[in-house]
């Protein structure tokens, strides 16, 4: 752990102990939460990488601990939602287009989306799931929401494999726009990561939100353009719908993988910039949430 000031994010009051010693008086160290609404203190977060490490490498060991097919539950899963979605949409007329094959169209939007779910279901119980961590060791508690957004980044890494393997199967040519495939990757992550803060704050207070977000992941879900294109809906309706960051995200996934046309950019900014706000308020609320975790968990 690196060396802290007084004066930094969390303060630390040194005082004489009250209890009788033979050696003389004994100090007591106390730390406490720093105090201020912008008193963020995200240089804590990268002094304790160390764990954040370590606490990604346990999820992703508990996740496959005892499993007989591994990291194969990894890509069986999407491409079991892709096969159903492509039966489903083949008859109901849902296809992308003409020189897309549907299955391709399905899995690149399947990719965030399912990184997304597992992500914020993760992250908005990560601190109940944690709570005695919480209450026995300090240490900055946005690195356990953190986590539980990083973590599922191995699967999505490891089903993305798949979609490498339809490209090639589907003859599928490589554009320069798969340079951007990282961007839209971070995209997902901060819409992840927003949410996350948002929800594992409130449901150390109020345990009812960890049973609204299985609902609220599936509603997310269909609200998402993943087995259908975001261009059914009219266009004076597109803005709107982009209010909901996911669809920008997968837009912008298959432009990226396909090369098809590029997201328009007043949808693009909006979307990121409701990432931003709930992002910024997230963090803040989430700081502020923390001063009485270890009372209220």
């Known amino acids: 752990m690196s060396k802290r000031t007084a004066d930094e994010s969390y303060a630390l009051e040194v005082f004489p102990s009250t209890a009788p010693s033979k050696t003389g008086p004994e100090m007591t160290l106390r730390i406490q939460p720093g105090r201020g609404l912008f008193n963020l203190d995200l240089q804590a977060v990268w002094d304790f990488r160390e764990l954040l490490y370590f606490l990604v490498w346990r999820d992703v060991k508990v996740r496959y601990k005892q499993t007989v097919m591994g990291t194969i539950w990894a890509i069986l899963q999407p491409v079991l939602t892709m096969l159903m979605f492509v039966a489903i949409g083949s008859y109901a007329n849902l296809a992308s287009d003409s020189s897309t094959p549907y299955s391709i169209f399905i899995y690149a939007g399947l990719l965030p989306m399912n990184y997304f779910v597992q992500a914020i279901s993760r992250s908005g119980l990560s601190l109940v799931a944690d709570s005695n961590l919480v209450r026995k060791v300090y240490f900055p508690r946005l690195i356990i929401p953190l986590a539980a957004v990083t973590s599922p980044l ?10 490498v393997v339809m490209m090639g199967w589907f003859r599928l040519s490589l554009h320069p ?42 509603f997310w879900f269909f609200a998402s353009p993943v087995f259908y294109s975001s261009k059914i809906f009219p266009e004076k309706w597109r803005l709107l719908y982009s209010l909901n960051p996911m669809v920008s995200v997968i837009d912008g996934f298959r432009w990226a993988l396909l090369g098809k046309q590029a997201p328009a950019l007043a949808p693009m900014a909006l979307s990121m910039a409701v990432v931003i706000v709930l992002l910024l ?10 001063q009485t975790l270890a009372d209220v968990l």
Do not use: C, M
């Open 281 to 290: 308020t997230g963090i803040v609320f989430f700081k502020r949430t923390e």
């Open 177 to 218: 726009s798969l340079l951007t495939l990282p961007v839209f990757l971070l995209f997902a992550v901060a819409t992840a990561l927003a949410a996350g803060l948002w929800l594992s704050a409130l449901n150390a207070r109020y345990r009812d939100v960890g049973h609204t977000i299985p609902f609220l992941t599936q």
């Open 154 to 163: 191995v699967d999505f890494f490891v089903s993305f494999g798949v979609i």
